[in-house]
């Protein structure tokens, strides 16, 4: 069998960071996976804003958790009802929005204004420059949801808007492409080599995630539930990080809905 080999970065943590950074597990075949245990991410409470900060983001600067391969940022948000993020610029990133409870109403200057809920992705090529807001769209109830960043292929390209709806069935205990560089099943197309994956898993039950193209590393964030990767398991928000790996088995000890994302490494 071909030797696999995981890559991470150095061990550490900043002040900023909690007790727990990140730990590295080596198993009996020599695999490595980096660890990113829910409670050792960043904090940002601005009362409106309640974010948890996978990788450095704006005060939280850890410089051991700068990004995994071209996967820049994964920012864990709760915005509070009519509130949200005015009108404001990006350049040169791929930025991806994946709500997991509530409505988030998005308005940019390329004239595109939606909402997205849960079971919906949207990705913005910020390219050449874009202007964009993000608010709670309702006045009564929270917002919840996932804001990543991806760094882009190619750079500065036209901005670019995509946004699609996905079926829960069609992710349940099996894999559900949602991100890809080339539509592929109805996915949002990205400016990178990069592919985002959504599976819901019964407990007892077990998906594989196969990788899609050479020398790409796989991130899995855990949304809810517990999933065992290797002997080791994992529970709501955890980040585990694999490199130039050929396929990952998830087994759910508990329902668990999990994200993956593919990204160069």
């Not at 193209?213 to 955890?238: H, M």
Request: proline letters at 3%.
């Amino acid at each position: 069998m071909k030797r696999r080999t995981f890559l991470f970065g150095s061990l550490g943590m900043s002040a900023l960071a909690l007790p727990i950074s990140s730990k590295v597990i080596n198993n009996k075949k020599g695999v490595h996976m980096i660890i990113h245990a829910s409670e050792s991410r960043g904090i940002a409470n601005h009362g409106w804003l309640n974010s948890k900060h996978t990788f450095s983001f704006a005060d939280y600067y850890n410089p051991q958790r700068m990004g995994f391969g071209a996967l820049r940022v994964i920012n864990d948000d709760s915005v509070d009802a009519g509130a949200g993020f005015g009108r404001h610029p990006h350049r040169d990133m791929e930025i991806i929005s994946i709500p997991l409870e509530g409505a988030l109403a998005h308005q940019d200057s390329e004239g595109n204004s939606t909402v997205i809920r849960k079971g919906e992705v949207q990705i913005m090529s910020a390219g050449t420059g874009i202007f964009h807001s993000e608010m709670n769209a309702s006045t009564t109830e929270a917002v919840k949801f996932l804001q990543i960043w991806v760094l882009p292929k190619k750079m500065g390209i036209k901005p670019r808007y995509g946004q699609q709806a996905f079926k829960a069935e069609d992710r349940k205990n099996k894999i559900q492409n949602v991100v890809s560089p080339d539509g592929r099943d109805g996915s949002v197309i990205i400016n990178q080599d990069a592919f985002f994956a959504l599976t819901d898993i019964d407990a007892g039950n077990s998906v594989t995630y196969e990788r899609q193209l050479e020398g790409n590393g796989v991130y899995i964030f855990v949304l809810s539930g517990e999933v065992e990767i290797d002997g080791q398991t994992f529970k709501a928000r955890d980040g585990i990080g694999l490199a130039q790996f050929e396929e990952v088995k998830l087994n759910a000890s508990k329902n668990a809905e999990v994200l993956l994302m593919e990204v160069p490494a």
